[in-house]
Structures are given as C-alpha cells and as structure tokens.
Nanobody, 113 residues
Framework: QVQLVESGGGSVQAGGSLRLSCAAS??????????MNWYRQAPGKLREWVAT???????DYADSVNGRFTISRDNAKNTMYLEMNSLKPEDTAVYYC?????WGKGTLVTVSS
C-alpha cells in the first residue's frame, strides 16, 4: 500500500523560501514510474493543483507559482520536492502531495506580510 508523507512546512515572511518534501513508501511503489503532483488548499478555498512532474521528468506549474516554485524528485530516496521561492501571503495553504488516488496528509505553509 502506498503512503505519502509531506514535511518541510512552516512559517516564513513574504519573500522567503521553503522546501517541501514528499516521502513515498510502499512495497512496490517508485516515484520514478508515477506522475507526481503537488496541490494546496488555502483556508476557506477549494484544493488547487500546484505542480506536476511526469515519469519522463517533464514539469508543469500553475500560473500562480510558475517561475517561483520548482518541482523535482530524487528517485534513490523515493522522495519528491517542491522548492518555493519569493513566497507571498497568498501562498499560505496546506500543501499535499498526490499520485493517482493517493494523498498525503499535508504540511502547512504560512507566509506573513
């Protein structure tokens, strides 16, 4: 059974940076043969897609984070990352990693102005 565990959230001031991690585990699960995604959900809002990394390593980003966030993975560690720079108060949300129908429990990012 696949499990995803996010970490790295915290509180930062606007303009700061954070790196989120998503550690995947499971008897036969490997992130390098699965498309992996980051989503986020701000208080009072619907969950929204943030970024994707495909099996081939292609990446895609929501317009709101393009140029500021970078998604990557370390296949040897079975871990995906989200490097977040130039953070804005509107980036405040719980961030979730996802693959297929599996979701982590999320990690909270709070950006103060």
């Amino acid at each position: 059974q696949v499990q995803l565990v996010e970490s790295g959230g915290g509180s930062v001031q606007a303009g700061g940076s954070l790196r989120l991690s998503c550690a995947a585990s499971g008897s036969i699960f490997s992130i390098n043969i699965n498309t992996m995604n980051w989503y986020r959900q701000a208080p009072g809002k619907l969950r929204e897609w943030v970024a994707t990394i495909t099996v081939g390593g292609s990446t895609d980003y929501a317009d709101s984070v393009n140029g500021r966030f970078t998604i990557s993975r370390d296949n040897a560690k079975n871990t995906m990352y989200l490097e977040m720079n130039s953070l804005k108060p509107e980036d405040t949300a719980v961030y979730y990693c996802n693959t297929n129908l599996v979701w982590g429990k999320g990690t909270l990012v709070t950006v103060s102005s």
